[in-house]
């Protein structure tokens, strides 16, 4: 099974913050690896997929990159409905494995 | 708009079964392959399994910790999606989502919010 690795897991920022999410896989998954947010209590949403395409609807302050075994989330200025937890998700081979996720929490 | 909306979530003994449903609308479901994700209490994310959609003959695939004890299956005349879970464990524990995958790509866009499956130790 393909193990992805998320760092940090819990992050403190401020609202206008810059702020990269880190996503490593045990082995390579070319650009098959997607990212997205859980806010406690409501189903999760995708926000970007094949590593650097922006999903419709979500706003381009998100952004991804990466490929092969290091991927990256960069928020580039958090706005007060960025705080959540946010997970990556490969689908390179069976089984889809995810993240442990990552809680950004305002500082 | 695109509405997944789980059912059948229960307290259930160990070695009993279940069957959660999860009802589509807002999309071609048919179309979709669908997906069931679960999450245990303060935990993450662990994939279940899939059931393709009719081009692919409905072939499914599992985690190997469900295989050979849960079973996926989809009425795309009534836009369902089902999870027949058999022989309980404590560590099915979970909140079960039903997910959609999209189209092309084949990535998790749309999830229901869950539905709390219980199975004590």
């Known amino acids: 099974d393909i193990q992805l690795t998320q760092s940090p897991s819990f992050l403190s920022a401020s609202v206008g913050d810059r702020v990269t999410i880190t996503c490593r896989a045990s082995q390579g998954i070319s650009s098959y690896l997607a990212w997205s947010q859980q806010k406690p209590g409501k189903a999760p949403k995708l926000l970007i997929y094949s590593a650097s395409t922006l999903q419709s609807g979500v706003p381009s302050r998100f952004s991804g990159s990466g490929s092969g075994t290091q991927f990256t989330l960069t928020i580039s200025s958090l706005q007060p409905e960025d705080f959540a937890t946010y997970f990556c998700?490969?689908?390179?081979?069976?089984?889809?494995?995810f993240g442990q996720g990552t809680r950004l929490e305002i500082k | 708009e695109v509405q997944l909306v789980e059912s059948g979530g229960a307290l259930v003994q160990p070695g009993g079964s279940l069957r959660l449903s999860c009802a589509a609308s807002g999309f071609t479901f048919s179309d979709h392959y669908m997906d069931w994700v679960r999450q245990a209490p303060g935990k993450g994310l662990e994939w279940v399994g899939r059931t393709r959609n009719k081009a692919n003959s409905y072939t499914t695939e599992y985690a190997a910790s469900v295989k050979g004890r849960f079973t996926i299956s989809r009425d795309d005349s009534k836009n369902s999606l089902y999870l027949q879970m058999n022989s309980l464990k404590s560590e099915d524990t979970a909140v079960y989502f039903c997910?959609?995958?999209?189209?092309?790509?084949?990535?998790?866009?749309?999830w229901g919010q869950g539905t709390l499956v219980t199975v004590p130790s």
């Open positions: 998700h490969q689908r390179d081979s069976y089984p889809i494995t």
């Open positions: 997910v959609r995958v999209t189209l092309t790509n084949y990535y998790f866009d749309y």
